[in-house]
């Protein structure tokens, strides 16, 4: 399949802050690929290193056959930054006119704006769109120039539930015309519903890179909770909470362990088991990491 942009031993450093490290990645032609990891990982630092606003301190970073750096190169990609600002006396029509004239062939403004539910708002300034609206607005432009490659940094971040299903309408649509999309997601759920394959980082490496299910079978984890007071040693706790009296045990084996519990004669109740959510996953994936390295 088609590589449309890779990292190979791609090392970031901000000062003593090293953002990646020796992070090697591929987005293929069609995938939509998630990218996952908690505050300050390194998700941005590699989006930007991919758009080209970003250089690598050390290792190789390639887009559509190019580099980053080079302007024709980077009018094949569309980006929705975190922060965007729009000038607020212009049209929500112009803008996108203004973003589209950039590019050979545009997606065209009637298509772009019904495909994320902003048809009714072409005449409208930007100064007195919601935040939502606008946010929707900055994801679309994103689109304008029928990019291969189109890389969305939290596209969904402020929006009520209803307006990030619109966008993710707009999102998949792109994406089954074969479309080709890295985006990066604090919403598991985004990712969970959007994404293919998902690339987990955490201390600005990878730590896992597969399909969303098999990211969940690496960890394999189970939640067990249940109501209790003083618990005992228990064989296999990847991680403990508690929430007043209900603890959570994250656990590979919780067959042994609701055993283990019972023969302990430690009194409980309310017993519940359930797959952990990606988020889990992840934060196991990152503490076994962790530990593994000290
Ligand atoms: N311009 C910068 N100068 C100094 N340090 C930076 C800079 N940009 C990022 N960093 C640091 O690099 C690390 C990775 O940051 P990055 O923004 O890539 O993470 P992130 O996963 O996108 O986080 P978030 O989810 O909070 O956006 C962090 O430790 C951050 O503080």
Redesign the pocket.
């Known amino acids: 399949m088609t590589v449309l942009a890779r990292t190979v031993e791609a090392t970031r450093r ?2 003593d ?1 090293v ?2 490290d020796r992070v090697s990645v591929e987005i293929r032609a069609g995938e939509l690929v998630g990218l996952l ?12 290193l991919f758009v080209g606003l970003r250089r690598p301190s050390s290792g190789t970073v390639e887009l559509l056959g190019g580099s980053p750096s080079d302007p024709a190169v980077r009018r094949g990609i569309g980006v929705t930054p ?1 922060e965007t600002g729009l000038p607020e006396v212009l049209r929500v029509g112009e803008v996108v006119d203004f973003v589209s004239s950039h590019f050979p062939k545009p997606v065209g403004k009637a298509e772009l704006l019904d495909r994320f539910g902003l048809g009714e708002l072409v005449k409208r300034q930007i100064g007195g769109l919601s935040g939502g609206q606008k946010r929707r607005l900055a994801v679309a432009l994103a689109f304008a120039g029928d990019p291969r490659l189109v890389f969305l ?2 596209p969904t971040t402020g929006l009520d539930v209803e307006a990030r299903r619109t966008l993710w309408d707009g999102i998949r649509a792109f994406h089954e015309g074969g479309g080709t999309i890295l985006l ?1 997601s ?1 919403y598991l759920e985004e990712i969970e519903a959007l994404a293919e394959r998902v690339v987990v ?1 955490g201390h ?1 490496r990878v730590l896992a890179d597969d399909t969303v299910a098999a990211v969940r079978d690496v960890v394999g984890a189970r939640r067990v909770s249940f109501d209790a007071g003083e618990l005992p040693e228990l064989p296999g706790v990847a991680g403990v909470q508690r929430e007043g009296g209900r603890v959570h045990l994250v656990t590979s084996d919780p067959d042994r362990l609701v055993v283990e519990l019972v023969r302990s004669g430690t009194p409980f109740s309310g017993l519940e088991i359930r797959p952990t959510s990606l988020e889990e996953a992840f934060l196991t994936i990152t503490a076994a990491k962790e530990h593994a390295h000290a």
Do not use: I
Not at 37 to 48: D, I, R, V
């Open positions: 901000y000062g802050v953002a990646l990891g908690p505050n300050g990982a390194g998700k941005s630092t590699l989006m930007n975190q940094d939290e990066t604090h980082v600005g």
